[in-house]
C-alpha cells in the first residue's frame, strides 16, 4: 500500500460526459502528478501540482483540468468525453521537496467510455 | 523517433540469471526514473537517479549522463521480478518522458 488513494476504481461513463477523478496523496507530500496510461500511447504525463499551485504541464488536453486544494487532495476533470478518453488514471505523490524525488503511486482509475 | 528509448521490448529469462533493461534518452534531463509495472497494473518507483549508480536488494540502477543512458539491473532473478519496468525522465524544461517499457518474465 503506498498510502496515495485514488476513487473511484472504476467508471463508465458515455462520449460527451464529464467525470472527476480524486485523488489523495500521502501524509505530508506536497507534489501530485496525474498521469494517463493508454494502450496504444503508454504512459503519458498529464499535470504536477505543488503546495496547491501548477508545477509543470504535460501532454493535458483542453477538455481536461485538475486542481489541488488546501487539505492537497486533487481532482482531475475530464469533460466532452471521447472513445479515446478510456484509460488508467494514475496519480502519484512525492515527497517534500517539490523536486522529481521518489514517487509514490495511487491503485489507478480505470476509465470506460462508451 | 521517440526521445526515451528501451531495449529490450520483451525479455524472458531462466530463474537466477542476470538480467540488464537499457534505457536510452535524446534529451537533456534533470533526473532519470525506473518504474516496475506489476501485472495487475499497480506502479511503484524503484529509483530516482541524477548520476552514478544507486542499489536495494538485487535492483542495481547506472546512469551516464554524458552517453545518455541508464541501465537496470536485477541480479539473481526470480519469478516475482515478472513485470513490466518503465524508464521515465524529466527533462531540463520539466516535461515527463516515459519509455514504452520492457516486459520481463522469468521463468522457475
Known amino acids: 500500500d503506498s498510502g496515495v488513494t485514488q476513487t473511484p476504481k472504476h467508471l463508465i461513463t458515455a462520449t460527451g460526459q464529464r467525470v472527476t477523478l480524486r485523488c489523495s496523496p500521502r501524509s505530508g507530500d506536497l507534489s501530485v502528478y496525474w498521469y494517463q496510461q493508454s494502450l496504444d500511447q503508454g504512459l503519458q504525463f498529464l499535470i504536477q501540482y505543488y503546495n496547491g499551485e501548477e508545477r509543470a504541464k504535460g501532454n493535458i488536453l483542453e477538455r481536461f483540468s485538475a486542481q489541488q486544494f488546501p487539505d492537497l487532495h486533487s481532482e482531475l476533470n475530464l469533460s466532452s468525453l471521447e472513445l479515446g478518453d478510456s484509460a488508467l488514471y494514475f496519480c502519484?505523490?512525492?515527497?517534500?521537496?517539490?523536486?522529481?524525488?521518489?514517487?509514490?503511486f495511487g491503485p489507478g482509475t480505470r476509465l470506460l467510455v462508451l | 523517433k521517440n526521445e526515451v528509448e528501451q531495449s529490450p521490448q520483451n525479455l524472458t529469462a531462466q530463474e537466477g540469471e542476470f538480467i540488464t533493461i537499457n534505457c536510452s534518452y535524446s534529451?537533456?534531463?534533470?533526473?532519470l526514473h525506473w518504474l516496475q509495472q506489476h501485472p495487475g497494473g499497480g506502479i511503484v518507483s524503484l529509483f530516482m537517479l541524477s548520476s552514478g549508480k544507486k542499489k536495494h536488494g538485487r535492483l542495481i540502477a547506472t546512469i551516464n549522463i554524458q552517453e545518455k543512458h541508464s541501465s537496470l539491473h536485477i541480479t539473481a532473478s526470480h519469478p516475482r521480478d515478472s513485470a513490466v519496468y518503465i524508464c521515465a525522465v524529466r527533462s531540463r524544461d520539466d516535461k515527463i518522458i516515459f519509455g514504452k517499457g520492457t516486459r520481463l518474465h522469468i521463468l522457475p
Open positions: 534529451v537533456g534531463i534533470s533526473a
Open positions: 502519484a505523490s512525492s515527497s517534500p521537496g517539490g523536486l522529481w524525488e521518489t514517487q509514490y
